[in-house]
Structures are given as structure tokens and as C-alpha cells.
């Protein structure tokens, strides 16, 4: 592949570093011109899947027991073979692969496997994870190649949750230094610019093609387009918008890739404007989500009403509505619920005029471009929306008294992050239930889909909670997007398929090891 010069420098760089930080490789080191550039849109918070780094298999640094194929079923990773389950679904069993080894050369045992759930169990590491894990009792480690999994209850999602990546027994739960066993090793770390990889040329599955991945970030996406124009990065992703200028130049192939991946207006609900379900609701009505796939999102998507994608079986068919919306059952609302129109148009209730702030990461164009036309819709029908574009920083501290454009959404179990998003035991722990959200029959639903191993049951479950929480409007979900990467160059084993919302490096990329240039 023919680097751009800075990418040439870039790759001598990453040269030294290795040989002053990476574990000795028992293979040649990559040649400065197989060096692959990926500009990504956010900076991992964290390496360690202990604290929460790619849980569900995005990693090119670690391998979980399992993994998950791009249509997203598992296939075995460090596990030899698919668990054995008993019969009252509390014991799971795995065995091991033969001849695993860690980038430092050590040997991965079923030891290691214990130390990793153990450690994200254990409540002074205070892991985001660890209620993910809550129904494992123990883990057991009977012989090197043996892991079995004690269960409190039954948990449907457990095997799917063994995508999570193992560490070295006794590794430190920062992950400050990242040893895995996946198909590239890591390098260094620059905060702020990159992350330096290169190949595990004794992987289980053999040396990726690739030999030096750079993981360079860029949160704003004017400047990821830019950067790829430029030649800085041989692959990237962006908003339907901004990757059109790609479309049908030479040399570049653009990918739209499904997903569940999902942007919604997030809600605080001690607010006295949006602690009004009237409000909520009103503004659910008054949106044209159409309108914002068909101009924002370049047609890349679909209209959202909920937090399950309609293209899973797990999604209850009457969490919809007009998609282009209808701001005069809008305004009717509002009217009955006491909001009247005031001398600027603004509506007022016992005093309180219907405004408040909805925030967007200043750096997200899509982000930015939902909020505005929210902000245009809502004032059609009286309610006053004032945006704010800040950095994360500023953005979390917020999240209790103003509203925020968020993005959630998988298209595994819906167990994965409903849980922390609706439960009220997550309530305003970070990015979990940022608004507050407490209802009894919701935390029961979620605790049934969690805890039953009957599917009949489960599905009711999350039918009815899916129900309740249209219905109270905790969210306004406004579309469902597909992902779109640019990538510069025709690869073989590029496999695309249905994606969820990844802020590690998921999606399109979590195959790159697989990648091979088309002869």
C-alpha cells in the first residue's frame, strides 16, 4: 500500500517506539509502507477490559472466550467450543484452546480467565461492567484448561457476555499496559492522538496482513473528511454527509453498514419543564424524523421510537409513530396539559416558560444538525429549545438539569444496556440513566428478562417494557442510523453487517486483522 509521507514518518515513529515499549516479537517488524491509519471519532476512556474496554469483542488486542461473527452470532475465540450449559442453566463450561499465548509470550490458562471476571467482580475496582456480571456467583478454574461459570440465577446473555477480552492473571485493572492475546499487539499510546499497534505474527489464526494499525483520533468530522482527503488516513468514519464527498472517487470505496445504533433526546427528569411528560411527549409528536433521514442522514437510516431496533425479533411492534410527525396533536397536548401559548410564543405553565437546554458534543455534525431541526420543530408548537454544543467534560456534569442528544443502541440481547439505561438502581451514574428514571414495573420487567431462562418469558418482558417507556416518553428517540466509512484502497475480507453503537474499536474495523489487499 503507497503511504502518504506523513504516514511514512508515522510508521518509523511507531518503529522506535516499539523497540523501546512493545514485547519482542519472534517475527520481522512490519516494513514502514504496511502501516494502516484508521481515524476514529472518539478516544477509548480506558485499554483494560477489566474496566470496561470493549466488552462485547471490539478489541484487536484481546480475544474473549468468544466472539462474534459480523452476522452477529459467536463463534469460539479462546474457548475450543461453544460452552456446555446445565440443565437448570446456573453452571457454564468452557474449554480452552490448546497452545494460547499472550503478546508476552506467557501462556494463557483457565487462570487467567478466572482472574479476568474476578477482577471485574470485585467491587474496589469499581469496574462500569461489573453489574453486566452480577448473576456469576464464582468463577472456577479446575485445570488449565477448564473454566466453569457459577451462576446465581440464569442468565440468557452470559455466553454472549464472554466476548469480553482476557487479561494475565494478576494484570493491573487500569490496563495501563495492555497484554492480550488477539491478533495485534499494542505499541504506545499518545492521549489525545493515537494509539500504535502492530501485528501478532504467532496469533492462533495467523499473521493479520496488516502489519501496523494506527488508531488516530478525531472527534470533529469535518476534520476525520479532511484528514482522509488529505491522505492522513487509509480509512475512517462519518456522517452520511460528510462521506458523500467519497462517493465514486477513484481509488476510495464507501461502505453503508446497518446498524441499532440509535440517536435520542435524552431527558432530566427532576427538570420543570421536561419532568412533564406532557412536554416529552409533545416534543415526540412535533418532530419530522423523515425529515431528518432523508436531509441529515442523506437517506443512511431509519425513523426512531424506541430504544430496540425494529429489525430484531425482540422489538414490540406498537413502540411507533408518524414519522414525519404531528405538531397539531402536538400543540393539543399541550393545551390540555395546561402549557398556553405566551406573548412570544413560548408556552407557560403556572409561570414557567416551556424552555429548556439540550446539549450536543460540539464536534458531532450529526449531533449538531439533529438538535437544530429539533429545536425548529419543538418551537413550532410553542416549546423553546436553546442548544449548547460542549465537550464531554463540560456535557457530563450537566446531564441532570439539561437535555442531551446521546447515542445508545445494540442489536444483541436487549438485556445490553437497557438495563443500565432504565433500571433505577443505574440512576444518574454517568452516562447510565443520566435523567433519573424510576419506575417499579420497568426495574421488574428488566429484572424477569435478566433473570428468567424461559425465552417466552424473557420476550414478554422486554415487549412490556419497551411499551412503558414509549408511553412515558423518557426519551425522545429520533433516528436510527447507518454507518458509513470511507476506506482508500480495495481489500479483501472487509464484512460488513448489522452494527451496534461502539466506542471502541467495533463495527466495519473489528475484522481489519482480516483484511488482505486485493491482488
Not at 500500500?1 to 515513529?13: E, V
Not at 518503529?15 to 478516544?43: K, Q, R, W, Y
Request: glycine content about 10%.
Amino acid at each position: 500500500m503507497r503511504p502518504a509521507p506523513r504516514l511514512a514518518a508515522l510508521a518509523a515513529t511507531a518503529g522506535l517506539l516499539a523497540a523501546a515499549c512493545s514485547a519482542p516479537s519472534n517475527g520481522p517488524a512490519a516494513p514502514a509502507d504496511d502501516t494502516f491509519v484508521i481515524g476514529l471519532g472518539s478516544e477509548f476512556d480506558t485499554l483494560s477490559p477489566v474496566m470496561g474496554y470493549a466488552p462485547d469483542g471490539g478489541s484487536l488486542i484481546y480475544e474473549g472466550l468468544m466472539s462474534r461473527r459480523a452476522d452477529l452470532s459467536l463463534a469460539p475465540a479462546v474457548a475450543a467450543a461453544p460452552p456446555v450449559v446445565s440443565e437448570d442453566g446456573r453452571t457454564v463450561t468452557f474449554t480452552l484452546r490448546d497452545g494460547l499465548k499472550f503478546h508476552d509470550g506467557t501462556e494463557l490458562t483457565s487462570a487467567d480467565v478466572e482472574y479476568t471476571y474476578e477482577a471485574v467482580l470485585d467491587g474496589a475496582n469499581n469496574s462500569p461492567i461489573r453489574g453486566d456480571y452480577a448473576a456469576i456467583e464464582r468463577v472456577d478454574a479446575p485445570d488449565e484448561k477448564t473454566v466453569v461459570f457459577r451462576l446465581r440465577h440464569p442468565y440468557a446473555p452470559l455466553v454472549q457476555r464472554t466476548t469480553l477480552g482476557i487479561v494475565p492473571e494478576g494484570a493491573p485493572p487500569a490496563g495501563d499496559r495492555p497484554v492480550g492475546s488477539g491478533p495485534y499487539r499494542f505499541v504506545s499510546r499518545t492521549p489525545g492522538d493515537k494509539i500504535v499497534l502492530e501485528a501478532n505474527r504467532d496469533h492462533r489464526a495467523g499473521a493479520p496482513a496488516l502489519g501496523r494499525v494506527v488508531l488516530a483520533f478525531a472527534e470533529d468530522d469535518n476534520v476525520r473528511a479532511t484528514r482522509m482527503s488529505a491522505g492522513e488516513f487509509d480509512a475512517t468514519i462519518l456522517p452520511p454527509r460528510a462521506a458523500a464527498r467519497f462517493e465514486g472517487q477513484g481509488g476510495v470505496t464507501v461502505h453503508t453498514v446497518p446498524s441499532a445504533d440509535y440517536r435520542g433526546i435524552m431527558f432530566p427528569l427532576d427538570h420543570p419543564v421536561t419532568g412533564d411528560r406532557a412536554v416529552r411527549r409533545a416534543l415526540g409528536l412535533a418532530v419530522d424524523r423523515q425529515a431528518m433521514v432523508d436531509t441529515i442522514l442523506a437517506g443512511a437510516g431509519t425513523p426512531a421510537f424506541g430504544p430496540v431496533s425494529p429489525d430484531t425479533s425482540w422489538h414490540n411492534p406498537e413502540v411507533t409513530g408518524a414519522p414525519a410527525g404531528d405538531p397539531g396533536a402536538a400543540r393539543d397536548l399541550l393545551d390540555e396539559a395546561g402549557w398556553k401559548p405566551g406573548e412570544d410564543g413560548v408556552r407557560v405553565k403556572d409561570g414557567v416558560r416551556a424552555s429548556f437546554t439540550l446539549m450536543y458534543p460540539a464536534g458531532d455534525s450529526l449531533r449538531k444538525e439533529l438538535a437544530l431541526a429539533t429545536a425548529s420543530d419543538a418551537k413550532a408548537v410553542g416549546l423553546d429549545v436553546r442548544l449548547a454544543g460542549l465537550d464531554w467534560d463540560a456535557i457530563e456534569p450537566r446531564m441532570a438539569e439539561d437535555a442531551l442528544i446521546m447515542g445508545y443502541g445494540s442489536p444483541y440481547d436487549p438485556d445490553y444496556l437497557n438495563y443500565e439505561l432504565f433500571h433505577s438502581s443505574y440512576a444518574r451514574q454517568g452516562f447510565f440513566n443520566p435523567g433519573g428514571y424510576d419506575d417499579p414495573e420497568v426495574d421488574r420487567l428488566l429484572e424477569t428478562g435478566r433473570r428468567s431462562g424461559d425465552p417466552a418469558e424473557r420476550k414478554e418482558a422486554y415487549l412490556g417494557f419497551q411499551k412503558i417507556v414509549h408511553d412515558d416518553a423518557v426519551w425522545t428517540y429520533l433516528v436510527f442510523l447507518e454507518h458509513v466509512y470511507v476506506i482508500r484502497g480495495d481489500y479483501q475480507g472487509v464484512r460488513p453487517g448489522v452494527e451496534a453503537h461502539e466506542h471502541a474499536l467495533g463495527g466495519l474495523f473489528r475484522d481489519v486483522h482480516t483484511w488482505r489487499p486485493a491482488p
